[in-house]
T-cell receptor, first 109, second 114 residues
Framework: ELKVEQNPLFLSMQEGKNYTIYCNYS?????LYWYRQDPGKSLESLFV?????AVKQEGRLMASLDTKARLSTLHITAAVHDLSATYFC?????????FGQGTRLTINP | NAGVTQTPKFRILKIGQSMTLQCAQD?????MYWYRQDPGMGLKLIYY???????DKGEVPNGYNVSRSTTEDFPLRLELAAPSQTSVYFC?????????????FGQGTRLTVV
């Protein structure tokens, strides 16, 4: 059974700092997704990572995938308040997504 | 471009009542999914469909049923609602997760069973 684990589950940080969210998964997959969810809202796609070594960047967010280590990271550079949200990673297995528990990120001025 | 549309947005049910959560997508996607999200948790797959007429169980299917008579629509039926079904329900669709595309999510239905 595929299990996806994120850490940390809660993260409070100051504006301007850098931090990384980790996503580990238990069985082989070549496809991993990162989503953002604002309180009471739906999920917004951030990144689609399709192969080992894939790296994608959008603004202050950068995601990478190491399929050999079964690990993806979401790196936040010089955080700003607008990035406060819950971030989910999801791993594809047989055309279905298995989600991590989510990381609730709070960025304080 | 509507994307994935869910109705209703909110609903309160009494224990033992039934209801259908509606989901429609206008992107001609083959794959459709129903997830539930409990407070502070990730999403768990209830049912999914790979095309019209084909459905299958996900991780937490008990207490739910689905049908897929058209490519566009994927309703989720709750029979005999229970408090444990209080959750936020998300419908999603995708072209194919084997390609460079993601799953798109609806706005969610917040269901409370009392």
């Amino acid at each position: 059974e595929l299990k996806v684990e994120q850490n940390p589950l809660f993260l409070s940080m100051q504006e301007g700092k850098n931090y990384t969210i980790y996503c580990n998964y238990s069985t082989t997959s070549d496809r991993l997704y990162w989503y953002r969810q604002d309180p009471g809202k739906s999920l917004e796609s951030l990144f689609v990572l399709l192969s080992n070594g894939a790296v994608k960047q959008e603004g202050r967010l950068m995601a990478s995938l190491d399929t050999k280590a079964r690990l993806s990271t979401l790196h936040i550079t010089a955080a700003v308040h607008d990035l406060s949200a819950t971030y989910f990673c999801a791993v594809e297995r047989a055309q279905k997504l298995v989600f991590g528990q989510g990381t609730r990120l709070t960025i304080n001025p | 471009n509507a994307g994935v549309t869910q109705t209703p947005k909110f609903r309160i049910l009494k224990i033992g009542q039934s209801m259908t959560l509606q989901c429609a997508q206008d992107m001609n996607h083959n794959y459709m999914y129903w997830y539930r999200q409990d407070p502070g948790m990730g999403l768990k797959l209830i049912y999914y469909s790979v095309g019209a007429g084909i459905t299958d169980k996900g991780e937490v299917p008990n207490g739910y049923n689905v049908s897929r008579s058209t490519t566009e629509d994927f309703p989720l039926r709750l029979e005999l609602a229970a408090p444990s079904q209080t959750s936020v329900y998300f419908c999603a669709s995708s072209y194919s997760l084997n390609t460079n595309t993601e799953a798109f999510f609806g706005q969610g239905t917040r269901l409370t069973v009392v």
